[in-house]
């Protein structure tokens, strides 16, 4: 075999942009095949197998080519793939709706299929506007966000991520200015389930939410948070409490409360979603990366009644129109598999049974990356070692070296992506035991190695 990564990378490079990189060299490996967990590398000796720690950015949750969701994708396109949204329906896009709703806590009722997460973050606000707009608040057209959250990449959403780290410097000029509330204190569960966290650093917290929240109650709209675990802004667990803090918020103030799930949803914190780790129903809640197991790209935007009675009732100048609609809104092909992954996810029946598969998967995961990745704590470099749910986050005291780490790791038979001082894993449901195992000490072994023991 000629040295195939070599050649697709000299190819990639200047040609494709990758993710917050610049044109020269975003890509160090390429996937020629994928398999449950693993993902084969072409390297100068041939190929690699590493297990994806990553799950594709926390979406492939039942591994790569599981074959429920390759013959529901196979069905699909044997139908047809695509078809546009405006004026007609199908079966996948009813069938998906019908399961979400089925899924979502409280009375979260009415479904917008957005192409992605971002899309689905840009909606939520959109209708949050609208709605204040028909109950006569027309005033109420700024958000409070958390600081240190990520809520996707285009303006809207960039608006309402961490200020400081979030791109606003980039864009300032395109942005908008959000109102922006202290993150809360850190919180840890531990073994035993309890959650632990200094009560008196959230009662100031409370305090300091509550007097911003009434200072700019006349202009805010919504509430946006990611529940329980920031992720791209820092891997940050904070205590379900907070969430009820900002139930109260909105209530009292008459704003929206929406809850950005599109990481944390589909089990991976422990719960079906994690605001249900404190009982809190939002008025509006993003799903996406995990919704297609991986796949295909699609989110999806859900509220409730009394959200969309407001809207259809409004008689501002918008109409009672929810005004978006993209060229892939519902694409047929990703709602299948959507379908077909949420099947595996809750099995027949209550898809909110304590019986779902998705339980007893995420327990396991959870169990696996408390006993490979907490030895990690022994290392100088190591400041910090949690895990939630299907999480798992080693924090270091230094930045971490990236190109340098991930080679270390790969080396070792896994694939990762720190950023900042993070070493982050959220791998696949379906990981083994022995998986687990590997990817611990893979993960302790290169962090020692380039950043010392
Ligand atoms: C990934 C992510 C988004 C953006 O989703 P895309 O599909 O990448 O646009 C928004 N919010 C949260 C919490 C995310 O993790």
Redesign the pocket.
Known sequence: MSDLNTDLLARDEGLLWHPYASLDGGAHYAVTAAKGATLTLADAHGSHEVIDAMGS??SMVHGYRHPVLDAAAHAQIDTFSHVMFGGLTHAPAIELAERLVAMAPGELAHVFLAD????S?EVALKLALQYQDARGKSTGQRFLALRGG????TFA?MSVCDPVDGMHAAFAPLGREQVFLPRPPSARRTEDGTWEYDEALLADWETESRSLAAEHATVLAGIIC?PVLQ??GGMFIYPPRALRILREIADEHSLLLIF?E???GFGRTGELFAGEWANVVPDIM?M??ALTGGYL?L?AMLCTPAVAETLRIGSSGTGNALLHGPTFMGNPLACAVACASLDLLTGPGDPRSPQAPWREQVAKLEKGLHDSLMPATDLTAVKDVRVLGGVGVIELDVPVKVHELTHAAVARGVWVRPFRNLVYVMPPYICTEEELRTLGVALTGAIEEIHGA
């Open positions: 950015w926390w992605s997460g971002s899309i973050v990520y809520h996707g990449d959403t990611e992720g791209a950005d599109i990481a944390t993003c996406g990366k790209s989110a």
